[in-house]
């Protein structure tokens, strides 16, 4: 028996030997290298002195890295929430919807998700383009001036936004109709004949039942949202970049446009700390999830 053990270990390691080495050579090798360029003045490509906590102790004072953190505390409560909440609505919508009818609208909807940013953003660019985009004449056609979406610093989060929920909304919408399906439609049933409002049915039924989703939902978001960099960085070409920083976008001209490879680390391991301490969060979200829908 104990042979036996000993063989079933061996062959579970070999097993997941490929994934252990892609694993350390893929993520955890150039972790444990970016904390430890993080200490140091290095440039992008090159070694560098240690300077200590030098790079640390130099971003409460650092503007650019205030608005950088700001902008993307603004961007996060722009897209998770009502992200979340809309998918959630054209999911409920969806699945009211029967045979191809159903199909063609979802396929509507999970369209945009599969397009590449460059895509994305060359639509909307066109939409909202001072000159000549659709959203410019529609301005006109109701009476009111235009706006300089993309170059406006009041704008240009919130339209950044929407043109991501746009984006991204796809896949929360196949996460929330797997979990309306799996709902047992005997509940809904019962409370038909219990001449149960829809109101009341989705706050005492859909609504706990799908609990669990949405905090996957919401928790995905979350963490997608706060390494924000493509949709910023495109939207932001012509205008003022430095109105527009993100973390991720902040890490990109610390490291690619100033050569300052040892701050922009630091700033990498700021941010990596406060995705794990969510991702934390998410894992005790997901445990509440659990407990409630039992």
């Given at each position: 028996?104990?042979?036996?053990?000993?063989?079933?270990?061996l062959?579970?390691?070999v097993?997941?030997?490929?994934f252990?080495?892609?694993?350390?050579?893929?993520f955890?090798?150039?972790?444990?290298?970016?904390?430890?360029l993080?200490?140091?003045?290095a440039?992008?490509?090159?070694?560098g002195?240690w300077?200590?906590s030098?790079n640390?102790?130099?971003?409460?004072?650092?503007?650019?890295?205030h608005?950088?953190?700001?902008?993307?505390?603004?961007?996060?409560?722009?897209?998770?929430?009502?992200?979340t909440?809309?998918?959630?609505?054209?999911?409920?919508?969806?699945?009211r919807?029967?045979?191809w009818?159903?199909?063609?609208?979802?396929?509507m909807?999970?369209l945009?998700y599969?397009?590449?940013?460059?895509?994305?953003y060359?639509?909307w660019?066109?939409t909202?383009?001072?000159?000549?985009?659709i959203?410019?004449?529609?301005?006109?056609?109701?009476?009111?001036?235009?706006?300089?979406?993309?170059?406006?610093?009041?704008?240009?989060?919130?339209?950044?936004?929407?043109?991501?929920?746009?984006?991204?909304?796809?896949f929360?919408?196949?996460?929330?109709?797997?979990?309306?399906?799996?709902?047992?439609?005997?509940?809904?049933?019962?409370?038909?004949?219990?001449?149960?409002?829809?109101?009341?049915?989705?706050?005492?039924?859909?609504?706990?039942?799908?609990?669990?989703?949405?905090?996957?939902?919401?928790?995905?978001?979350?963490?997608?949202?706060?390494?924000?960099?493509?949709?910023?960085?495109?939207?932001?070409?012509?205008?003022?970049?430095?109105?527009?920083?993100?973390m991720?976008?902040?890490?990109?001209?610390?490291a690619?446009?100033?050569?300052?490879?040892?701050r922009?680390?630091?700033?990498?391991?700021?941010?990596?700390?406060?995705?794990?301490?969510?991702?934390v969060?998410?894992?005790?979200?997901t445990?509440?999830?659990g407990?409630?829908?039992k």
């Amino acid at each position: 028996m104990l042979k036996n053990k000993n063989n079933e270990a061996l062959v579970a390691l070999v097993l997941i030997a490929p994934f252990l080495a892609i694993y350390g050579l893929v993520f955890a090798y150039p972790t444990i290298k970016m904390f430890m360029l993080s200490f140091t003045d290095a440039p992008l490509i090159g070694a560098g002195e240690w300077v200590g906590s030098e790079n640390y102790e130099r971003l409460p004072r650092d503007r650019r890295f205030h608005t950088a953190a700001w902008n993307t505390f603004y961007f996060i409560v722009l897209t998770v929430i009502p992200g979340t909440l809309i998918a959630m609505a054209i999911a409920l919508g969806v699945s009211r919807l029967k045979g191809w009818l159903q199909s063609v609208m979802l396929a509507m909807f999970f369209l945009p998700y599969i397009l590449p940013v460059s895509v994305v953003y060359l639509i909307w660019d066109w939409t909202l383009n001072f000159q000549f985009g659709i959203a410019m004449h529609v301005l006109d056609w109701i009476g009111l001036e235009r706006v300089p979406v993309t170059k406006s610093t009041e704008w240009f989060m919130p339209a950044v936004a929407v043109v991501t929920i746009w984006w991204t909304a796809g896949f929360s919408i196949l996460l929330f109709l797997a979990g309306i399906r799996a709902i047992p439609q005997e509940i809904y049933e019962a409370a038909s004949l219990d001449n149960a409002s829809r109101y009341s049915t989705f706050r005492r039924i859909t609504w706990p039942l799908l609990w669990p989703v949405t905090a996957l939902v919401f928790t995905i978001q979350l963490i997608s949202q706060m390494k924000i960099f493509d949709q910023v960085y495109l939207f932001s070409q012509g205008g003022r970049p430095n109105d527009n920083l993100v973390m991720v976008y902040y890490v990109f001209q610390r490291a690619f446009q100033s050569n300052q490879g040892g701050r922009a680390a630091a700033v990498a391991v700021v941010l990596f700390v406060i995705v794990i301490i969510v991702s934390v969060m998410n894992f005790q979200l997901t445990r509440l999830s659990g407990a409630r829908g039992k």
